[in-house]
Nanobody
Framework: QKQLVESGGGSVQSGGSLRLSCVISGNTDRAYSMGWFRQGPGKEREGVAGIDNDGNTRYVDSVKGRFTISQDIAKNTVYLQMNSLKPEDTAMYYC?????????????????WGQGTQVTVSS
């Protein structure tokens, strides 16, 4: 069993930055893949960034060049650095874990989820 806890959300103005963190606890001695997802008001939850155990990253087009996903395996922590934030980035952000090698950012592949952290960007 694994537990994920996000932190780092908050309120910023357009153009600002935030760094989200996700600490993973439980048995993490096997390869796994991580993703950051978000769900805005009245919207479906969407994947925005993913990273595999080798450090390869993927991004949805809307955040490419602005968001960076990274991980510190020794600390069992995954980060999402968000720069040049826009009002449309406003959402609850979730980290999630797929207990296997990278497949895709499809939501149904991720078995473990955090409780979410709110990001609000004002214009």
């Amino acid at each position: 069993q694994k537990q994920l806890v996000e932190s780092g959300g908050g309120s910023v103005q357009s153009g600002g930055s935030l760094r989200l963190s996700c600490v993973i606890s439980g048995n993490t001695d096997r390869a796994y893949s991580m993703g950051w997802f978000r769900q805005g008001p009245g919207k479906e939850r969407e994947g925005v960034a993913g990273i595999d155990n080798d450090g390869n990253t993927r991004y949805v087009d809307s955040v490419k060049g602005r968001f960076t996903i990274s991980q510190d395996i020794a600390k069992n922590t995954v980060y999402l650095q968000m720069n040049s934030l826009k009002p449309e980035d406003t959402a609850m952000y979730y980290c999630a874990l797929d207990p296997g090698r990278w497949r895709s950012l499809a939501r149904h592949l991720f078995r473990y989820w955090g409780q979410g952290t709110q990001v609000t960007v004002s214009s």
